[in-house]
């Protein structure tokens, strides 16, 4: 069994950044792809960007914006966030499953608010 704990979520203004950490209770890279999901309001729950095997992928509307990245001795994944939009108010979840596009999603963190003010 693996605990995905998220930090770092919080009020922004449009533009600002935030960073996003994720904390898997044990190592779980070699076996597994991590990755950021987000849910607004009404909304169904979308992939936001995922990483393993030495690549990352990045929903269209994030690209350039956002980054993921990990550091192994910490068990942590990031999301970096810049330039955010009001649209990018949700809440955040961190995955982690056995497909680069994390179709199969087998452990979820309990998510992060995020929420972006124009």
């Known amino acids: 069994q693996v605990q995905l704990v998220e930090s770092g979520g919080g009020s922004v203004q449009a533009g600002g950044s935030l960073r996003l950490s994720c904390v898997a209770s044990r190592y779980i890279y070699s076996s597994y792809y991590i990755g950021w999901f987000r849910q607004a309001p009404g909304k169904e729950r979308e992939g936001v960007a995922y990483t393993g095997g030495g690549k990352s992928y990045y929903a269209d509307s994030v690209k350039g914006r956002f980054a993921i990245s990990q550091d192994n001795a910490k068990n942590t994944v990031y999301l970096q966030m810049n330039s955010v939009e009001p649209e990018d108010t949700a809440m955040y979840f961190c995955?982690?499953?056995?497909?680069?596009?994390?179709?199969?999603?087998?452990?979820w963190g309990q998510g992060t608010q995020v929420t972006v003010s124009s």
């Open positions: 995955a982690a499953g056995g497909d680069p596009y994390l179709n199969r999603v087998v452990y």
